[in-house]
């Protein structure tokens, strides 16, 4: 399996690499494995949905 860093997520989906961070403590994506310090996820892992956003409320309520 390939993994991408914490960076490479931020960059992919337009977020900062805390919050990528954050997503992988929190258990928001799947077969993120933290190695020492880093965090590696999943190069197909999707980006995880924010419900504080009406982006996310959107998503959360099908429509």
């Known amino acids: 399996m ?3 860093t ?6 992919k989906w ?10 992988c403590k929190a258990g928001k994506i ?3 494995e933290k ?3 880093m965090w590696l ?3 197909d892992a999707k ?3 924010d419900k504080r ?3 996310g409320r959107a998503k959360e309520s099908g429509q």
């Open 47 to 49: 980006k995880p949905i």
């Open 14 to 23: 337009g977020l900062t690499n805390r919050m990528v961070q954050y997503y």
């Open 30 to 32: 799947q077969k993120a």
């Open 6 to 11: 914490t960076k490479e997520a931020a960059l």
């Open 41 to 43: 996820l999943p190069k």
């Open 53 to 55: 956003t009406m982006e």
């Open 2 to 4: 390939d993994f991408m």
């Open 35 to 37: 190695i020492g310090s």
